[in-house]
Nanobody, 128 residues
């Protein structure tokens, strides 16, 4: 069993920076191998893939909406996943979730159905 817990959300202003963290517990042996991702969701909308990172951290993928502003990283020694959010915009307002992909490798397209373990989410609110 894998458990994920996100922290770091909050209320910020447009242009600010914020770092989200996700700690992985339970089956941390396979955690270090699997692709991990960040998703976000607003009420009434489908969950959107934001970024993924390979087990080694060497390969990352981003949604077009966050490219150049967000950075995903991981520290396998600490069982942590991070999402550095810079130059945030009101449209970044959402609940952010970290998740573990079923497969070891990440895919070019970020698809929710490929992820089988999820955290409970952390709210990010960006005001103009």
């Amino acid at each position: 069993q894998v458990r994920l817990m996100e922290t770091g959300g909050g209320s910020v202003q447009t242009g600010d920076s914020l770092r989200l963290s996700c700690v992985v517990s339970g089956d941390t042996y396979t955690y270090a191998s699997n692709c991990m991702g960040w998703f976000r969701q607003t009420p009434g909308q489908e969950r959107e893939g934001v970024a993924t990172i390979s087990g080694s951290g060497g390969t990352t993928t981003y949604a077009d909406s966050v490219k150049g502003r967000f950075t995903i990283s991981r520290d396998n020694a600490k069982n942590m996943i991070y999402l550095q959010m810079n130059s945030v915009k009101p449209e970044d307002t959402a609940t952010y979730y970290c998740a573990r992909r079923i497969y070891v490798n990440c895919a070019p397209q970020i698809q929710e159905a490929d992820f089988n373990y999820w955290g409970q989410g952390t709210q990010v609110t960006v005001s103009s």
